[in-house]
T-cell receptor, first 114, second 118 residues
């Protein structure tokens, strides 16, 4: 678990706030992912970055904006969120984005939007 | 449509007993299938990964099986322990459908919530 870290672990924000989630991987991987996990729903893939380029964004609302400045860091910038965006946001990394390699997950950020 | 269905949704068993979790999928073109364990408040951790040609794979007390013909997988837990209480998620990977083929697709099941009682 310490291979992928996420901060903050918990975040409460109003709908007009702007905040950012941070993810860092110490595994030397080339692909990083953002997932949303809501209660009683499967994990939803939001964004994939492979070699710092966004590969797929899965039609995520524009109020979620990812940033990958290098292969070790991934951010998710949040603005004007809705209460239904409250969920656990998980970051993961893998050796590459081909799906052949295991994804290592961080502990997640529990987000509550008031 | 790519789908992964897991059953049961939740399961309660006594410590020391065995149990089997099921995963059915309709994913194409298939690449591999993984089972993850997710403890409460933590990210998922991989237990096993199987490709098309593999029928069974073990990781300690966890044994996963794959029938690629019927598109079914199971995760068998032997001699359960209290620490096995968690959600178990089946994930199926499908080949390079993203732009430029740079990444495979992943379809997640909703998971089975397992509770081990003393």
């Amino acid at each position: 678990e310490t291979g992928v870290t996420q901060t903050p672990r918990h975040l409460v924000m109003g709908m007009t706030n702007k905040k950012s989630l941070k993810c860092e991987q110490h595994l030397g991987h080339n692909a990083m992912y953002w997932y949303k996990q809501s209660a009683k729903k499967p994990l939803e893939l939001m964004f994939v970055y492979s070699l710092e380029e966004r590969v797929e964004n899965n039609s995520v609302p524009s109020r979620f904006s990812p940033e990958c400045p290098n292969s070790s860091h991934l951010f998710l910038h949040l603005h004007t969120l809705q209460p239904e965006d409250s969920a656990l946001y998980l970051c993961a990394s893998s050796q590459d984005g081909t799906g052949s390699h295991e994804q290592f997950f961080g502990p997640g950020t529990r987000l509550t939007v008031l | 449509k790519n789908q992964v269905e897991q059953s049961p949704q939740s399961l309660i068993i006594l410590e020391g007993k065995n149990c089997t979790l099921q995963c059915n999928y309709t994913v194409s073109p298939f690449s591999n299938l993984r089972w993850y364990k997710q403890d409460t408040g933590r990210g998922p951790v991989s237990l096993t990964i199987m490709t098309f040609s593999e029928n069974t794979k073990s990781n300690g007390r966890y044994t996963a099986t794959l029938d690629a013909d019927t598109k079914q997988s199971s995760l068998h837990i032997t001699a359960s322990q209290l620490s096995d209480s968690a959600s178990y998620i089946c994930v199926v990977s499908w080949r390079g459908v993203y732009s430029g083929g740079g990444a495979d697709g992943l379809t997640f099941g909703k998971g089975t919530h397992l509770i081990i009682q003393p």
